[in-house]
């Protein structure tokens, strides 16, 4: 059996590794992309952190794993974590086919919950002790906007702590032989966008007006479900951002996304240098996007476009097999069970994993699910293939794009005339699949209206989060 090496970011764009002539510079991604496979139809399971990162870890989906909204101490529900009786991949592999498992960085699925599960080579995350206990991070310099941009000058910023912190692992596993997955999991460039000056450097001469060309004033696109009509967090109130606030936060977000990826090349070179080229399966990916901009959006949240739903997705095969299809749709979900295939720990998989390995299938469309954020219900389900992209919701506004004429998922063609037949269609194919896969939305006709609190608050009110005075006067701009 190989090994397996998960390299893993949080709120990476698709967009930066697969078109040519893109802003952002990943030179050493862009190398392992065409060292390896790059799946450019790949989307997750669900825009958001824990959600996401669920049915990575089960191959479940988020409401299969119980775990539709994010966990952390300071979220709406502070003690929330993945089941323990669900098993993880990470598990199921040291259990069943003798891996060594570590893992370096964020987990997201339960404060110390990786040392519950006795996996104990855990560093420098938040599943297992400590978290960031100890660690000085670099002083800012110059000029900075919380929580959008910064930078640093001198120091160490966390990312690379997560990445040196993996790396000795890697090591060690390395020394000891025997299969082993290792999984190294960065925080960015999930914002705030805190960079070395240099990087940000790289990306100061962006135009002034420089932002996306479906971007709009933040909450006024007409057409659109009414939950996208306001921001539910202090960085998703876009309002007060001037055009040159924009143009920073673009310049920071795509240096770090530099920043990481020379993090990421240091990886995969040190593992040619360990000799382990040749004997492991390697892999890139994200949780989900960043809109950056996009339809006047930062962050993510209870919406399904291209920005946030859409990740990067790299497979590297020692033994260079081809899969079905490459431009075939890929989900999150199924990237473990691709990876344990190709490892040829394919025995831990059921035969329905192992169906959905990348290598053994060919998708004409992929689903995409929502259900919480931060303690407020948002009911999506959503749906891509071909040229077509339809979200349904049990309780708002239904979406049809038309991704070929649209790209920017501008015009929603939903009860537009002319498009009946193909929404109808979409909507029938979506509703079968839930059927299929159990989701209790494919017969709810009781659920409250969007932006309802779980605890039954309205949707009007705001739950502080325990956030600061400032993140309360940035939310409270430009009302």
């Known amino acids: 059996m190989n090994s397996i090496v998960l390299l893993m970011a949080d709120q990476w764009r698709w967009d930066t590794l697969y078109q040519a002539g893109h802003i952002c510079q990943t030179p050493h991604l862009d190398a392992f992309a065409a060292a390896g496979i790059a799946f450019t139809n790949a989307y997750t399971a669900c ?43 990470l598990e199921r592999l040291r259990d069943d086919a003798g891996y060594k498992i570590a893992y370096s960085g964020k987990w997201h699925l339960g404060a110390g919950t ?11 995350s938040d599943g297992g002790t400590g978290g960031r206990a100890g660690f000085v991070a670099p002083t800012l310099d110059g000029e900075k906007l919380a929580p959008f941009y910064g930078s640093f000058s001198q120091g160490v910023g966390w990312d690379q ?3 040196e912190q993996g790396m000795a692992q890697i090591a060690g596993l390395a020394a000891a032989g025997g299969p082993f997955c290792a999984v190294i999991s960065t925080p960015g460039p999930h914002f705030p966008h805190y960079v070395l000056r240099e990087f940000a450097d790289r ?12 971007f709009s004033t933040p909450f006024t696109e007409p057409g659109k479900p009414a939950m996208q009509g306001r921001p539910y967090w202090p960085c998703q109130n876009t309002r007060p951002l001037t055009p040159d606030d924009w ?9 770090y996304c530099a920043f990481l990826d020379e993090q990421f090349g240091r990886v995969l070179a040190e593992l040619d240098a360990l ?42 095969d020692p033994t260079g097999r081809a899969p079905r299809n ?14 344990a295939d190709l490892a040829g720990a394919g025995h831990i998989l059921t035969d329905d994993e192992r169906g959905r390995s990348f290598w053994a299938t060919n998708r004409p469309e992929t689903f995409i699910t929502y259900d919480q954020y931060q303690g407020r219900l948002f009911k999506i389900r959503g749906m891509r293939c071909g040229r077509w992209k339809y979200n349904w919701s049990p309780h708002e506004l239904c979406e049809l794009y038309d991704l070929q004429d649209d790209p920017g998922e501008r015009i929603n063609l939903a009860g537009s005339p002319g498009y009946g037949t193909i929404q109808a269609d979409l909507r029938g194919r979506l509703l079968a699949w839930m059927e299929s896969e159990a989701d209790y939305l494919s017969c709810a006709h009781h659920l409250p209206p ?19 005075a400032e993140e309360w006067a940035w939310f409270r701009r430009g009302d």
């Not at 990306?203 to 479906?214: G, I, K, R, V």
């Not at 143009?247 to 240096?255: I, N």
């Not at 399904?304 to 990740?311: D, K, N, P, W």
Request: proline share 7%; with cysteine.
């Open 450 to 468: 969007p932006g309802v609190y779980v605890d039954g608050r309205d949707a009007d009110e705001q739950h502080d989060h325990g956030w600061s």
């Open 47 to 89: 825009p958001l952190c824990t959600p996401a990162r669920a049915a990575l870890m089960t191959g479940q989906w988020p409401y299969q794993a119980n775990l539709t909204d994010n966990v952390s101490g300071t979220m709406f529900y502070p003690h929330g974590k993945l089941y323990p009786g669900l098993k993880t991949y």
């Open 114 to 124: 990786l040392l519950e599960r006795g996996i104990t080579d855990v560093r420098a």
């Open 326 to 339: 490459r431009e075939g749709f890929a989900n999150l979900r199924d990237l473990f069970p691709t990876l």
């Open 275 to 316: 000799g382990l080229a040749d004997n492991t399966v390697v892999a890139f990916t994200a949780d989900h996007g960043e809109m950056l901009g996009g339809h006047g959006m930062f962050d993510k949240g209870p919406y399904l476009y291209e920005e946030a739903v859409r990740i990067p997705m790299v497979v590297r």
């Open 161 to 163: 702590h997560v990445i």
């Open 203 to 214: 990306y100061a001469d962006l135009p002034a007006d420089f932002w996306p060309a479906n």
């Open 247 to 255: 143009r920073k936060t673009c310049q920071h977000y795509w240096a």
